[in-house]
């Protein structure tokens, strides 16, 4: 499979409780995004990598949110002391490099969180 | 502002031609997509246009742009059955990140 692959697919947790969704981007992607999507409701943009670097947050990122691309490969999206307004479908894309040309966000099948 | 709307919810016949409008607000927009969500699965992107065309057809596609009245459409010729799904519009926008604003999700529904 050479598509973007997230995991888990779904979480349960109690509030107050820490969660860690991975990521696995199309190979040869260095552009990496998180979004997420709340029941009836598009996405929304979280955060943005360029290879390790994250060059952008959006400001629903709270402080009890990070994500991180250690070696420019996969994600990680950590949330911290869970809300049940947490509970929601955590989408990751990815793009191939600037200047091939290509303007499509190719996006993962989502984990979908609910915080009880 | 980063503000796109669609109306929620549509209803055709199968083989009849359906059409999902979308708004919206910002005009530096460059891109504008049209993404398919089935339940279950991630989006799939089914076309995009470059905001100085107007018009862009890929089989049974067709997407519309009125860039004075910030209106985009998406017109499905023959629609089938395959085709129920939610329907998302989305501005690019250019800069670090040229991250995708989505609006809030056209339902279609097909009927036999």
């Known amino acids: 499979d050479t598509g973007v692959s997230q995991d888990p697919r779904h979480k349960i947790t109690k509030r107050g409780q820490n969660v860690t969704f991975r990521c696995d981007p199309i190979s040869e992607h260095n552009r990496l995004y998180w979004y997420r999507q709340t029941l009836g409701q598009g996405p929304e943009f979280l955060t943005y990598f360029q290879n390790e670097a994250q060059l952008e947050k959006s400001r629903l990122l709270s402080d009890r949110f990070s994500a991180e691309r250690p070696k420019g490969s996969f994600s990680t999206l950590e949330i911290q002391r869970t809300e049940q307004g947490d509970s929601a479908m955590y989408l990751c894309?990815?793009?191939?490099?600037?200047?091939?040309?290509?303007?499509?966000?190719?996006f993962g099948p989502g984990t979908r969180l609910t915080v009880t | 502002g980063e503000d796109v709307e669609q109306s929620l919810f549509l209803s055709v016949r199968e083989g009849d031609s359906s059409v999902i409008n979308c708004t919206y607000t910002?005009?530096?927009?460059?891109?504008l997509y049209w993404y398919k969500q089935e339940p279950g699965a991630g989006l799939q992107l089914l076309t995009y246009?470059?905001?100085?065309?107007d018009m862009k057809q890929d089989q049974r596609l067709t997407v519309l742009l009125n860039k004075k009245d910030k209106h985009l459409s998406l017109r499905i010729a023959d629609t089938q059955t395959g085709d129920s799904a939610i329907y998302f519009c989305?501005?690019?926008?250019?800069?670090?990140?040229?991250?995708?604003?989505f609006g809030t999700g056209t339902r279609l529904q097909v009927t036999l």
């Open positions: 989305a501005e690019l926008y250019t800069g670090t990140a040229s991250k995708l604003t």
């Open positions: 894309a990815s793009r191939p490099p600037a200047g091939t040309g290509s303007l499509e966000q190719y």
């Open positions: 910002d005009s530096s927009s460059t891109y």
């Open positions: 246009i470059f905001s100085n065309m």
